[in-house]
């Protein structure tokens, strides 16, 4: 048995053991090994942040080791512009991590002979896996990333399949194939794009990973009915993919010049409201979908943070000393967006605390809303 092969097993048990990866799925796992799609060089933590290179001619056994670890490998950085002698600042491709790759396909309940879309090719490992179960002709996936579709083509064809790989953009779909029986995606989205529910046939599922802009980690699951809508429950809460390009959620830094902004205080933990419970942290974000939040560290080497909110011109800021039960806050602009983020925390509050399973998406061809427990109850 090869180093990788031995490498594999063990991961692929592991996954077994803790219930992860079902028998209808292991023989794709084992025919399609992650190694064979992972790039020659790939991106790893680099110290004082950001990313650095690292190529498997350097260190082929320690490349290896890495393929095989149960963790998300970043792929790409800056969309292709930083050099592998730079430092990459944003992840812009990564191979899933294998469980979560294995749970979202389980999750889709595909059999011989589906017809797959796959929004978001990166290294074409996810569309081999699909590949081997409802068959290569059967299976689409669509980058928008022209290098990544490329390299995932060539990777696929050494692995003896060969889906459809688009080069474009996902949002739009690919009519060619329609209709399909499954949508998966493996890039986030703020909106479905109704593409996926027009070129899915009636009874048919779309999975796709889904946040705000508040809080990015939830996977829904919706089914396509004859009227051309679609709606389902969010089934997971724990995925952080990377957005679809065109949705990609702002990142602002904090402003350096505080003057103007109106000061208060408040009791509530900004923890409460982003940190200890992901349930919270995605309501907060149905709620308010387009503010973005960041928590920087204090530099002098303390516990104490500071947690800032954005959303256009408006900010807000609250700065926490650690063991303090009152903090202070500053907000600056039209909105008040601390005001707005503490009585979204008290609407969850109110509301029994619903875990996000008790939430679902709703897609028409003209809206989409999400609603709690019933579609008849918007959020
Ligand atoms: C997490 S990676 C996908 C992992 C992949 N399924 C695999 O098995 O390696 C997400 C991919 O989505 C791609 N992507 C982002 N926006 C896209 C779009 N609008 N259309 C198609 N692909 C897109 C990115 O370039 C990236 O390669």
Same mark, same amino acid.
């Given at each position: 048995?090869?180093?990788?092969?031995?490498?594999?097993r063990r991961?692929?048990?592991?996954?077994?053991?803790?219930?992860v990866?079902?028998?209808?799925? $292991?023989?794709?796992?084992?025919?399609?090994?992650?190694?064979?799609?992972? %790039?020659?060089?790939?991106w790893v933590d680099?110290?004082?942040g950001?990313?650095?290179?690292r190529?498997?001619?350097?260190?082929?056994?320690a !490349?290896?080791?890495?393929?095989?670890?149960?963790?998300? #490998?970043?792929? &790409?950085?800056?969309?292709?512009?930083?050099p592998?002698?730079?430092?990459?600042?944003r *992840?812009?491709?990564? #191979?899933?991590?294998?469980? #979560?790759v294995?749970a979202?396909?389980?999750?889709?309940?595909?059999?011989?002979?589906?017809?797959?879309?796959?929004?978001?090719?990166g290294?074409? !490992?996810?569309?081999?896996?699909?590949?081997?179960? +409802?068959?290569? &002709?059967?299976v689409?996936?669509i980058?928008?990333?022209?290098?990544?579709?490329e390299?995932?083509?060539?990777?696929?064809?050494?692995a003896?399949?060969?889906?459809? +790989?688009?080069?474009? @953009?996902?949002?739009?779909?690919?009519?060619?194939n329609? %209709?399909?029986?499954?949508?998966?995606?493996t890039?986030?989205?703020?909106?479905? %794009?109704?593409?996926? +529910?027009? &070129?899915?046939? %009636?009874?048919? #599922?779309?999975?796709?990973?889904w946040?705000?802009?508040?809080?990015?980690?939830?996977?829904?699951?919706?089914?396509?009915?004859?009227?051309?809508?679609?709606?389902? $429950?969010?089934?997971?809460?724990?995925?952080?993919?990377?957005?679809?390009?065109?949705?990609?959620?702002?990142?602002p830094?904090?402003?350096?010049?505080?003057?103007?902004? =109106?000061?208060?205080?408040?009791?509530?933990?900004?923890?409460?409201?982003?940190?200890? @419970?992901?349930?919270?942290?995605?309501? *907060?974000? +149905?709620?308010?979908?387009?503010v973005?939040?960041?928590?920087? @560290?204090?530099?002098?080497?303390?516990?104490?943070?500071?947690?800032?909110?954005?959303?256009?011109?408006?900010? =807000?800021c609250?700065?926490?000393?650690?063991?303090?039960?009152?903090h202070?806050?500053?907000?600056?602009g039209?909105?008040?967006? !601390?005001d707005?983020?503490?009585?979204?925390?008290? !609407?969850?509050?109110?509301?029994?605390?619903?875990?996000? /399973?008790?939430? /679902?998406?709703?897609?028409?061809?003209?809206?989409?809303?999400?609603?709690?427990?019933?579609?008849?109850?918007?959020?």
């Amino acid at each position: 048995m090869s180093d990788a092969e031995a490498l594999n097993r063990r991961l692929l048990d592991e996954m077994a053991a803790a219930d992860v990866l079902s028998d209808q799925w $292991r023989p794709a796992f084992l025919a399609m090994p992650r190694h064979r799609f992972v %790039p020659g060089v790939i991106w790893v933590d680099a110290e004082g942040g950001g990313f650095t290179a690292r190529r498997r001619d350097d260190d082929p056994a320690a !490349w290896l080791e890495i393929a095989y670890t149960n963790d998300a #490998i970043v792929t &790409q950085v800056d969309d292709g512009a930083t050099p592998d002698t730079g430092t990459g600042r944003r *992840v812009t491709s990564s #191979i899933s991590a294998p469980s #979560i790759v294995a749970a979202m396909l389980r999750r889709l309940e595909v059999e011989a002979g589906m017809r797959v879309l796959e929004i978001g090719t990166g290294t074409g !490992w996810n569309a081999a896996l699909l590949a081997h179960v +409802v068959g290569e &002709q059967n299976v689409t996936t669509i980058e928008v990333d022209a290098v990544i579709a490329e390299r995932a083509r060539k990777a696929l064809a050494e692995a003896g399949v060969s889906p459809t +790989v688009v080069t474009g @953009d996902g949002a739009e779909g690919f009519q060619g194939n329609a %209709p399909y029986d499954r949508v998966i995606a493996t890039a986030a989205v703020q909106h479905v %794009p109704y593409s996926w +529910v027009a &070129q899915t046939r %009636p009874g048919g #599922i779309i999975l796709t990973p889904w946040g705000t802009a508040y809080d990015n980690g939830a996977l829904v699951l919706l089914t396509v009915d004859e009227h051309g809508a679609a709606h389902g $429950r969010f089934v997971d809460n724990t995925v952080a993919f990377m957005w679809l390009r065109a949705q990609r959620a702002p990142r602002p830094d904090p402003p350096n010049d505080l003057a103007g902004a =109106a000061e208060s205080t408040t009791t509530l933990h900004p923890d409460a409201v982003a940190w200890d @419970d992901i349930s919270a942290s995605f309501a *907060v974000g +149905v709620r308010l979908p387009d503010v973005s939040k960041r928590f920087v @560290d204090a530099d002098d080497g303390s516990d104490d943070f500071t947690f800032w909110a954005f959303s256009g011109p408006s900010w =807000a800021c609250v700065d926490v000393t650690d063991g303090a039960s009152t903090h202070r806050v500053l907000q600056y602009g039209p909105r008040n967006l !601390w005001d707005e983020i503490e009585a979204a925390y008290r !609407w969850w509050e109110q509301n029994e605390r619903p875990l996000t /399973g008790r939430f /679902g998406l709703a897609v028409f061809p003209d809206r989409q809303y999400v609603y709690l427990d019933s579609l008849d109850n918007p959020v």
